[in-house]
């Protein structure tokens, strides 16, 4: 009976190191931490616009350069020995082949912010609503954050929390049965001290055979409390977590 217990708290024990290692491991993708009770905002980065922006800015030079080179190759050619119609028929197409793809680019930009604005429309109705979306962090909002996740086979997880700055709030486990499984933090510490609402670190863990762990990915649930714009995304807050549009699963009013 005693090998029995030391042999669950010894399972026990792994699982609550590996779910803390898996949680302490996490980068955090939004700019508020666990430890601030206001609402955080996710910055988009412009990189991929940029890009985009420079490669046709890139495109028309060339095109107004090859226009040029053109002109001044017809304005000087020799009169006795002019360009063969072939030659000439070839560089018109080129500048055809130019000038269609500063086009494509220019409407494939505009197409994007169409979709765009669409996406942001679609999100913005979602606001009050409760939302469910794969995130690797727990939004704490009003002192409550759930989580839902899949178990492959019933048996004790372990569920760690850590807020933005790297420290552990809270290590704990549960039984879960085989299929879908939630857990609805209540938002306090291991010491029974209330954190304020933010975004927290999470992992979820489970024991396998041999020893080994699991971890396993989950989705948070909250209330969809804003939404942002980027140069090609948008993204929808809950509290303190910003997570893309398109990385949204379910949605209640």
């Known amino acids: 009976m005693t090998s029995s217990v030391a042999s669950v708290a010894y399972q026990q024990s792994q699982l609550t190191a590996a779910a803390n290692a898996a949680a302490a491991g996490i980068g955090s993708s939004t700019s508020s931490s666990g430890t601030s009770g ?107 954050g759930t989580l839902n996740f899949t178990a492959p086979t019933s048996g004790p997880v372990a569920i760690a929390v850590y807020n933005g700055a790297g420290q552990q709030i809270l290590d704990t486990s549960m039984n879960a049965t085989a299929g879908s499984n939630s857990w609805t933090w209540n938002g306090k510490d291991a010491s029974g001290t209330t954190v304020p609402d933010g975004a927290y670190k999470v992992a979820v863990v489970e024991g396998g055979a041999n020893g080994s762990t699991t971890t396993l990915p989950f989705t948070v649930t909250g209330t969809a409390t804003g939404v942002t714009s980027g140069s090609n995304s948008v993204s929808l807050q809950m509290g303190g977590v910003s997570v893309p549009f398109t990385a949204v699963t379910n949605v209640t009013k």
């Open 38 to 144: 206001a609402s955080g905002t996710s910055s988009t980065s412009g990189t991929s616009g940029n890009s985009t922006t420079s490669a046709l800015g890139a495109l028309s030079s060339n095109y107004n350069d090859f226009l040029t080179m053109l002109t001044t190759q017809l304005q000087n050619q020799d009169p006795t020995s002019p360009m063969s119609s072939s030659q000439f028929t070839s560089e018109l197409v080129q500048f055809s082949q130019v000038e269609q793809q500063i086009s494509t680019n220019q409407s494939l930009t505009q197409l994007l912010q169409l979709t765009q604005a669409g996406d942001l429309t679609q999100a913005s109705s979602m606001l009050g609503s409760k939302v469910t979306a794969t995130s690797s962090q727990l939004p704490l909002q009003n002192g409550t």
